[in-house]
């Protein structure tokens, strides 16, 4: 069966903590988005696959079991009804071949995620400014 409910961003992260903060800070500064929390590759493509109409944005970390975001952004971009729905990666890593590898598989864009409680304000208006306005924010 699939979901009724438009949720606009999927986050994609094994990290509770990573998970939470973000949740937090874009229900701080774009409280109307809808944020579906996924642990890993596998449920990601499940949930695109059971969903009605594609999110306006999937943050997708890197490290993650059973399927990381580099096999999940490579499955996905083979993929035709996904070619044009918005994937960033939100990761770790600040390693440039990470970032040239991720591009090279179909990313949109590649963020490396702030050690600074206090930046991921930034990250989130960021995102919500290149992605989500005129998709599911006004």
Known sequence: MKASCFECVFLV??????????????????PECQI???????????ALETINSLPALVMLDLNMPYMSGFEALEAIRKD????SLPIVILTTSDQQIDQQRAIQLGAN?????????????????????????GRCVR
């Open 13 to 30: 992260d094994d990290d509770e903590d990573d998970q939470f903060l973000l949740q937090q800070v874009f229900h701080q500064y774009s």
């Open 109 to 133: 864009d590649f963020i490396t995620k702030p050690t600074l409680l206090a930046d991921y304000s930034q990250v989130v208006l960021r995102l919500r400014k290149q992605w989500l306005v």
């Open 36 to 46: 579906r929390l996924l642990s890993n590759g596998v449920e990601l493509i499940e």
């Open 80 to 83: 035709e009804k996904y070619q």
